[in-house]
């Protein structure tokens, strides 16, 4: 003798549908966040290093990124991990990495909210 449990018009198969798209949005709108604090938080002298922000995004997963590309004049915007974490002649001015620590707590919450 057996159990059987048979579940009619569940919402279920519809939910696990969903999550891969609304696990997605919830990476891209943390990936923007980070980005707008990083922003906000990027020492500015020519503005080429805040200009250099950006978000690039893959499947369940963004990269936000500081640095690469070129100035106006040619120079190129490699600078980035020197003003994060600092050099021996120049003290660290993190923006990236505090960035993302802040939004944490709200990407956890995104993620439990996906779930509940």
Same mark, same amino acid.
């Given at each position: 003798? &057996? ?5 009619? /018009?569940? #919402?279920?198969? @519809?939910? !696990?549908?969903?999550?891969?798209? %609304? ?27 805040? &200009? ?5 995004? /893959?499947? #369940?997963?963004? @990269?936000? !990124?500081?640095?690469?590309?070129? %100035? ?45």
């Amino acid at each position: 003798m &057996g159990i059987v449990v048979e579940v009619k /018009g569940s #919402l279920l198969p @519809l939910q !696990i549908q969903a999550l891969p798209e %609304r696990a997605q949005q919830a990476v891209m709108g943390t990936a923007y966040e980070i980005l707008k604090r990083a922003a906000d938080r990027c020492p500015v002298d020519t503005g080429a290093l805040q &200009g250099s922000l950006r978000v690039e995004e /893959g499947v #369940l997963e963004a @990269l936000v !990124i500081a640095g690469g590309g070129v %100035r106006p004049d040619g120079k190129p915007i490699d600078y980035a991990p020197y003003v994060e974490f600092g050099t021996d002649r120049a003290p660290a001015q993190p923006f990236l990495i505090p960035a993302a620590e802040e939004e944490r707590p709200a990407f956890l919450e995104r993620l439990t909210n996906l779930l509940g």
